[in-house]
């Protein structure tokens, strides 16, 4: 009478797989998709590509630096440690795409928002190319497959 039959939990536990499937083929039929819009498509992977490329070379750039000001410890108690600041994303982003890369420069200004999301989450210096183009390319505005 008292007792649960353990079958009860099973079709829950069975109820992910397909649920886990059905969203890994929902990833890879949009990377289908996108990989049959042809070169256009193909195009904007390369210009995202380069985007973060670009301000990958700008976190290099910028690591290590401070806010310039001659007291970086008073700096860091009233602004915060430079490495996750809003001051040196902006440096990062004002270099980011030359004056003659147009293609660059439309999508960064699209973008910006989500980048500036990926920059206040939870990235990591070490390994953030990879996370900024899976982030922008793949998730955000899906232009690329993952690599």
């Known amino acids: 009478q008292g007792r649960r039959s353990r079958s009860t939990s099973v079709p829950h536990a069975t109820m992910r797989w397909p649920a886990v499937c059905l969203l890994l083929a929902a990833a890879t039929l949009g990377c289908l998709a996108v990989s049959a819009q042809g070169s256009k498509v193909s195009d904007k992977c390369n210009t995202c590509r380069n985007l973060v490329e670009s301000f990958n070379r700008g976190l290099g750039r910028t690591k290590g630096s401070n806010f310039g000001g001659g ?77």
């Open 71 to 147: 007291n970086t410890n008073w700096e860091e108690s009233r602004l915060g440690e430079f490495a996750r600041s809003e001051t040196r994303l902006v440096d990062i982003l004002e270099r980011t795409c030359s004056k003659d890369e147009h293609k660059c420069a439309k999508m960064l200004e699209a973008q910006e928002e989500a980048i500036e999301e990926w920059w206040r989450g939870s990235w990591q210096e070490d390994s953030a190319h990879d996370s900024l183009f899976s982030f922008l390319c793949v998730v955000k505005q899906p232009v690329c497959c993952e690599r």
